[in-house]
């Protein structure tokens, strides 16, 4: 036992004098400085600003904005850094798209204070002019790369990615939208171009880490989670995707019971998550950035707006 304590002994003073004589070991020896972000967000709301009404169905009482700007606050107040960001679909479903035709849905947002948001095909249902002029009512910007909207009323509402800084950390945010051929009228999409949604989101993350030099890319997706077929989706662009680390997705109105991770085209994982529609979940997800691990997802939330919180 005494010659182990000598041992131990022998060792600590040996380390740290060599640590004190040399200052890169020292700096390298250093305790790893942890940063965290929190990302809340939603998908395909669709004009769901009040509670399902109790009527004895399975969501009775759940979703409404009220409940989840509560819930919102509550998360800000406990959590440093935080991002909400929703991926698309905030029109049409309720009465009051019929009636108002978006105006309070965007003044919702805006009153919670996202921070960005993607477009939805039923985002389009009452053209270009109505949702142009929704935009109005905006505090955040709407983000979408593989749009064309030259030569529409669109054209200077959005742009095709943001940077946002949380503490120490740079977060970049683009948006990819879904084939409106077939899906949406031509008279409400009038002259929008589709462009491919890999290639551009490839393309805007290349541009977020080499020249913005983020810490984390994000993309928020209205593509859907999965298809039978070549039809691409939120797995297809996981898979061949090459800098974006995490895709929010919607439009497939998937409850996810967790995240999936995927390997992109250079064997980095890829997290993708949804949380169905009608506002009823809200997504957390908790990251935490460290020197030597770079970014690791620590913690994933469902959180039911207005049951207790699922983990």
Known sequence: ??????????????????????????????????????????????????????????????????QRASLINEIRNEAEHVLLLDAGDIFQGTPFFNIYKGEPEIKAMTAMNYDAATIGNHDFDAGLDDLALQLQHANFPILICNYDFSNTPMNNKYQEYKTFKR????????????????????????????LDPVENANRVALK?????????????????FRYQGNKVSDEVLAAQSENIDLIIGGHTHTFFDNPL??????????????VGWAGIVLGRLDFEFSKFKNKNLAKAHTVVIGKKTRE
Do not use: W
Request: proline content about 2%; glycine content about 12%; some cysteine.
């Open 1 to 66: 036992m005494q010659s182990r304590r000598k041992f131990i002994s022998q060792g600590t003073l040996a380390a740290g004098a060599l640590l004190t004589s040399n200052s890169v070991l020292a700096g390298f020896a250093a305790p790893d400085e942890i940063k965290k972000l929190t990302i809340l967000h939603t998908n395909d709301v669709h004009s769901r600003l009040e509670p399902f009404p109790m009527d004895g169905s399975k969501n009775q009482g759940l979703g409404g904005v009220a």
């Open 167 to 194: 503490g120490k950390l740079k977060i970049g945010v683009t948006g990819v939208g879904i084939e409106l051929q077939g899906l949406v009228a031509e008279n409400l999409f009038g002259n929008t171009k589709y």
């Open 208 to 224: 977020l880490k080499n020249e913005e030099k983020c810490d984390m890319i994000i993309c928020l997706s209205h593509l859907g």
């Open 261 to 274: 991770v995927y390997k992109n085209k250079i064997g980095n994982d890829v997290i993708v998550n949804q």
